[in-house]
């Protein structure tokens, strides 16, 4: 992700997460062989005003056609070169529980051009071992390494009280974007790009919303059964 400091200070972050969604209807129409895309139908697609969708497209400097739209293969290599998909990006794994084991056997990531290299950890049971196929190493190792091959993004799957910790080791390997599962909000340099992953957050507002969704149908029902009642007697 050489490009990474680059491309968000330019783009706003709402507009970075949304480019991926685009993506994937993209792909889907690609593979369905069809070559033209509108903003009006990716704005159907992933639920988001045409006018913002036209701007985010603006981005990737790629001009459209009147009634015609995008080009669809060639809107799919604009996004993936603005973002960076259109390379692959070495990273190292920190932590490798079930969290940081299901990460490393993700085969998903390399269509987005991350490649996790390995995977470190302190636990004597899991160093020298291979996860999916990925080398565990001691974790002290990670800071040489990581200069000697350039790497760049860190990815913190470890537990929470040990988060800042290894964002310190990263930082001090050279690495430049860190992508943090921990509910531990590390303190890095304000050059070092962070990404958190608040998983119970997430979980809570999913939560929520179904606990809200179930209220509002019994709720309903409730009301439909009072319609259904007669005049008493």
């Keep these: 992700m050489s490009r990474g400091s680059d491309i968000s200070a330019v783009i706003p972050k709402p507009a970075l997460r949304r480019l991926p969604a685009y993506l994937v209807c993209l792909q889907a129409l690609k593979t369905r062989e069809e070559r033209w895309v509108t903003c009006a139908y990716?704005?159907?697609?992933?639920?988001?005003?045409?006018?913002?969708?036209?701007?985010?497209?603006?981005?990737t400097g790629l001009p459209g056609r009147q009634k015609m739209g995008y080009e669809v293969p060639a809107l799919i290599a604009a996004i993936e070169r603005l973002i960076g998909w259109d390379n692959s990006t070495d990273a190292f794994l920190v932590g490798v529980g079930n969290l940081g084991s299901a990460i490393l056997g993700y085969l998903g990531f390399s269509q987005y051009g991350l490649n996790i290299v390995c995977g470190f950890d302190v636990d004597p049971a899991k160093i020298g071992v291979e996860v999916h196929g990925k080398a565990v190493l001691p974790l002290e190792k990670l800071p040489d390494l990581a200069r000697r091959m350039h790497v760049a993004i860190g990815i913190i799957t470890c537990g929470a009280s040990a988060a800042q910790g290894v964002a310190e080791l990263m930082v001090a390997g050279g690495i430049r974007a860190i992508w943090n599962f921990t509910q531990t909000h590390v303190q890095v340099a304000d050059d070092v790009i962070v990404e958190n992953v608040d998983l119970a957050a997430s979980l809570a507002v999913l939560s929520t919303r179904?606990?809200?969704?179930?209220?509002?149908?019994?709720?309903?029902?409730?009301?439909?059964g009072d319609g259904d009642l007669g005049p008493a007697g």
């Excluded at 159907?44 to 985010?56: F, G, H, M, P, W």
């Design 42 to 59: 990716l704005s159907s697609q992933v639920k988001i005003e045409a006018s913002l969708v036209r701007k985010d497209l603006a981005y």
């Design 210 to 224: 179904l606990a809200e969704g179930d209220k509002a149908r019994l709720e309903g029902h409730a009301a439909e």
